[in-house]
């Protein structure tokens, strides 16, 4: 803990070797003063000057997906955070598969397959916790793993 705030105590996201197999120097090696490379997408979201919602959520490289997901979710859709922390997760990360969660509806993966996807299902463990502020403030967290978000 550093002034209230659970710092990452995980090197994951710094290279595992200092170097590549060509004797090469990598970028994200550690190393004193650097930072760790990292996906991590903490979110803050205003309207004008006033905070509406907060959103977070751990699961790697996939984190900025699962944040985007869940707003969207709650701003354009009209979910509560509960409903968008529970949505199904689908994954493109310009790789061969684009990947759909177990849950994800059938005819989703089949209107993807007609557009030429391949589609993997595999589930994928977000922590999406979220906090919409109006006249009371509304908590939801990912259904996926263990705990939770309260509001009033």
Known sequence: MAAGFLLNNQLTDFAFAPTDAAGRARANAPDAGKRPRSSMAPTLVYEGARLVALAGSPGGSRIPEYVAAAL?????????????????????????????????????????????????????????????????????????????????
């Open 72 to 152: 969207l979710g709650m701003l354009d859709h009209g979910l509560d955070p509960a409903e968008a922390a529970a949505l199904f997760h689908l994954s493109q990360r310009n790789r061969a598969a684009t990947v759909l969660e177990p849950q994800a509806p059938d005819a989703l993966a089949e209107a993807l397959l007609a557009l030429g996807h391949t589609i993997e299902r595999a589930e994928m463990t977000s922590g999406l916790h979220l906090i919409q502020i109006g006249d009371a403030l509304v908590g939801g967290a990912d259904p996926r793993r263990e705990g939770i978000a309260l509001g009033d």
